[in-house]
C-alpha cells in the first residue's frame, strides 16, 4: 500500500512518478525485506523529485514468511 504522494511526486520536467515506475521498482526490490523495499522506495522516488516532496510518502509492506504461505495451502 502506498499513499498518492509517492506517484504524484514531480520530476525536474514536472512529470509525476506514476503508477508504472513505481511498479518497475517494486519489481526490482520484491525479493528484498520489508524495510529495504520501503528504504529503496522511499529513496528513489525523493531522488527523482530531486530531494524536494510536495507531498508526504508513505508505504506499507508486508510480507509472509515460506512457513505461513505453506500453512495456507492447506
Do not use: C, W
Not at 519489481?27 to 507531498?55: M, Q
Not at 508526504?56 to 500453512?71: C, G, H, P, Q, T
Amino acid at each position: 500500500l502506498y499513499t498518492d504522494g509517492a506517484t504524484e511526486a514531480k520530476g525536474k520536467k514536472s512529470e509525476m512518478y506514476g503508477i508504472e515506475r513505481l511498479k518497475q521498482e517494486f519489481a526490482d526490490v520484491h525479493a528484498k525485506s520489508a524495510p529495504r523495499i520501503v528504504d529503496h522506495l522511499t529513496n528513489t522516488i525523493t531522488d527523482y523529485a530531486g530531494g524536494r516532496l510536495d507531498d508526504d510518502i508513505s508505504f506499507l509492506v508486508v510480507k509472509a514468511s515460506e512457513s505461513r504461505k505453506a500453512a495456507g495451502k492447506r
